[in-house]
């Protein structure tokens, strides 16, 4: 059974930093695509970064400023989010794709973690 597990999140002012990370199990974790997503009240859930067949894609609003990486030998995902907005608020996704060739759509992606949320203030 996959399962992953995020943490990581909190509040933090604009400018500052955070690290997510995902902790995957019940699956052969290098042979799925990884990625991060987030979703605001309010507006559909939307990919920040992800990574398969060992591309990285970003979404624009948030390229230079975050870092997706993985641990394949821990089966752990990690999001290194630097210079926060407070538009980067919201709840933080890790989901697996069976797929290799995925970007950054959600409905490409198999499975989903409960969230971490960030907050970033002003």
């Known amino acids: 059974q996959v399962q992953l597990v995020e943490s990581g999140g909190g509040s933090v002012q604009a400018g500052g930093s955070l690290r997510l990370s995902c902790a995957a199990s019940?699956?052969?974790?290098?042979?799925?695509?990884m990625g991060w997503f987030r979703q605001a009240p309010g507006k559909e859930r939307e990919g920040v970064a992800t990574?398969?067949?060992?591309?990285?894609y970003y979404a624009d609003s948030v390229k230079g400023r975050f870092t997706i990486s993985q641990d394949n030998a821990k089966k752990t995902l990690y999001l290194q989010m630097n210079s926060l907005k407070p538009g980067d608020t919201a709840m933080y996704y890790c989901?697996?794709?069976?797929?290799?060739?995925?970007?950054?759509?959600?409905?490409?992606?198999?499975?989903w973690g409960q969230g971490t949320q960030v907050t970033v203030s002003s």
């Open positions: 989901a697996a794709a069976v797929s290799l060739w995925v970007r950054l759509n959600p409905a490409d992606f198999n499975y």
């Open positions: 019940g699956y052969t974790y290098s042979r799925y695509s």
């Open positions: 990574v398969s067949s060992d591309i990285t």
